[in-house]
């Protein structure tokens, strides 16, 4: 059983940048897959950015260039540094993880999420 809890989200002006992070409770926390979804309103849940236990990282399209995934297996963090951020990164924020990240499968772990408000 993993339980993830996300804190960092905000309000900011567009352009301007924010540090999520996410601590896991999970007993060889570096053996699993961990990443980054976000939902806007009215719209699906999306990937953000994930980063494999091999330290392996990938990204959304939309975000890459501007978002960074980083991990800290020694204090079971997940980090999520978002620069040049646009008004369409509005979104809640959901940290999640899994043994392994199936490309067609959502995770199986997931935070309660930390909204982030970028304004134009």
């Known amino acids: 059983q993993v339980q993830l809890v996300e804190s960092g989200g905000g309000l900011v002006q567009a352009g301007g940048s924010l540090r999520l992070s996410c601590a896991a409770s999970?007993?060889?926390?570096?053996?699993?897959?961990a990443g980054w979804y976000r939902q806007a309103p009215g719209k699906e849940r999306e990937f953000v950015a994930r980063?494999?236990?091999?330290?392996?990282?990938s990204y959304a399209d939309s975000v890459q260039g501007r978002f960074t995934i980083s991990r800290d297996n020694a204090n079971n963090t997940i980090d999520l540094q978002m620069n040049s951020l646009k008004p369409e990164d509005t979104a809640i924020y959901y940290c999640a993880a899994d043994s392994y990240f199936h490309p067609n499968l959502p995770p199986d772990y997931w935070g309660q999420g930390t909204q982030v408000t970028v304004s134009s």
């Open positions: 999970a007993r060889s926390f570096s053996s699993y897959d």
């Open positions: 980063i494999s236990r091999r330290n392996i990282a």
